[in-house]
């Protein structure tokens, strides 16, 4: 077993070279099912769920070149010939974003059978959404043995149409943008959800031929075409993991320069650490954050972008547990999103929650200890806590963080923290 080991209290200082975005990278990957011809996609991170994924696409057929290491891959990828049109169980289980092969599947090859990614540890996660929009565009879906069945049956082919998604969710707009871009006519999402992530996806899957407009808005418009070509296209930055770096040098009162990235997609967290009294400035090579001194407290309440990310709340949370006053911080997407809470108070934190909201009293020094999580972005808020704490804390279960964090240990030491992996 492998764990994290952090002495805290050091002021971080140096660069951070920022990896390509998971969330960007991993339904790309599903794109590669709508063509028979090669998909080269570079600045990919070497992470786990990368892994997950490569082996759930080697499963149904495709073959992918290039090997995964630290600082950006590029792999290429063939889905010229698909032999199997299943995701089973064993591999949908670990990551939730399998289900992105649904749509790409079904609408190429008119049929697929994906595990159901069941409850995860954040909150219940159905894929409701998903299934709803694939069945307005003539799908036929059943579920059985733990599986959805889905087959287009009348007119072999998914039809466009109008989807009103009752709920903004990023994994259905990702899946049915890509269904539909095979289908026959026009389809009209609405409601959809406007991330990065699905720019990135809208502007690969145009690169291939795909006709699409409204990408990066609540309305995407989709014609459909007969196919779709090969494509070279570099994954976008992840914008999680610089909110991640920007807060560690927020937590640590230092300064950090996050290069090769783009900032401009975390205005909602840029805004929230100036409020806390950061010093930030945009750069053509990225962003420099300079942590407060004597920083203030601020509320925080997530919301589908370009609200403040559920995936930096509980970052964000741990940064005010050290600061002066009380803030308030709301999670509205997920109904289980604050496990963190138990192991700050652990390490000296003042948090009570009440249902959806947290109120975080700053304490004057959090203190080491050992410590867990139960998923990715709970695990880093540990880390981030241990930063900043007295003495010595110990992260166990960092298979979460490898799941997506590239090089989280190497990156943190670069700027001077004490922390280190230790195998047991
Ligand atoms: C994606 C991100 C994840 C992030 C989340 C919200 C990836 C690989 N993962 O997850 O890191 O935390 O967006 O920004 O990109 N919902 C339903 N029915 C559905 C689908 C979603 O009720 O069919 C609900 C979810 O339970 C949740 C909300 O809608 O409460 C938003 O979820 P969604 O945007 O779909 O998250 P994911 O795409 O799974």
């Not at 050290?322 to 390490?347: C, D, K, Q, W, Y």
Request: hydrophobic share 40%; proline share 4%; charged share 20%.
């Amino acid at each position: 077993m492998e764990y994290i080991v952090i002495r805290g209290g050091k002021s971080l200082s140096g660069k951070i070279p920022i990896s390509g975005a998971k969330n960007a990278a991993l339904p790309l990957m599903a794109a590669t099912l709508l063509t028979k011809q090669e998909m080269v996609l570079q600045n990919v991170p070497a992470l786990d769920d990368i892994v997950s994924m490569e082996n759930l696409l080697r499963g149904l057929g495709t073959e992918i070149s290039g090997k995964l290491r630290i600082g950006g891959s590029t792999l290429k990828l063939i889905s010229d010939d698909i032999t199997d049109t299943e995701a089973p169980y064993e591999l949908v289980r670990k990551m939730r974003a399998s289900v992105l092969v649904l749509g790409p599947l079904l609408a190429r090859f008119g049929n697929a059978r994906v595990s159901l990614p069941g409850g995860c540890a954040i909150g219940n996660r159905p894929v409701d959404i998903h299934l709803s929009g694939l069945e307005q565009m003539g799908a036929t879906i059943e579920l059985k043995d733990g599986y959805i069945d889905a087959k287009v049956l009348r007119h072999k082919k998914l039809q466009g149409t109008h989807i009103a998604f009752p709920t903004v969710s990023v994994g259905a707009t990702e899946n049915l943008m890509m269904a539909a871009t095979l289908a026959e006519g026009e389809t009209e999402l609405t409601n959809a959800a406007r991330e990065p992530e699905i720019i990135d996806l809208a502007n690969c899957l145009i690169s291939m031929g795909a006709k699409i407009k409204g990408h990066g808005t609540d309305t995407i418009n989709i014609e459909g075409v007969e196919k779709l070509n090969g494509v070279d296209h570099r994954v976008v930055s992840d914008r999680i993991e610089i909110g991640t770096y920007a807060i560690a040098a927020c937590i640590t009162g230092g300064s950090i320069d996050l290069t090769g990235c783009d900032g401009s997609f975390l205005k909602s967290l840029i805004d929230a650490l100036r409020g806390s009294g950061a010093l930030i400035d945009q750069y053509d090579w990225g962003l420099r954050v300079k942590g407060p001194t004597r920083p203030k407290a601020i509320d925080i309440m997530t919301d589908p972008y370009p609200g403040f990310p559920t995936d930096l709340q509980a970052q964000m949370m741990a940064y005010m547990t050290g600061v002066n006053g009380a803030s308030m911080i709301t999670e509205t997407i997920f109904e289980n999103r604050f496990m963190h809470v138990p192991e700050l108070n652990r390490m000296g934190a003042d948090i009570n929650v009440h249902n959806s909201t947290a109120l975080v009293r700053g304490v004057s020094k959090l203190k080491g200890a050992p410590v867990m999580a139960t998923d990715l972005r709970a695990s880093v808020s540990l880390v981030l806590a241990g930063l900043a704490a007295e003495g010595e804390t110990i992260v166990s279960r960092i298979y979460h963080l490898d799941r997506g964090y590239e090089n989280l240990v190497g990156k943190l030491n670069e700027c001077g923290a004490d922390i280190k992996r230790v195998r047991s």
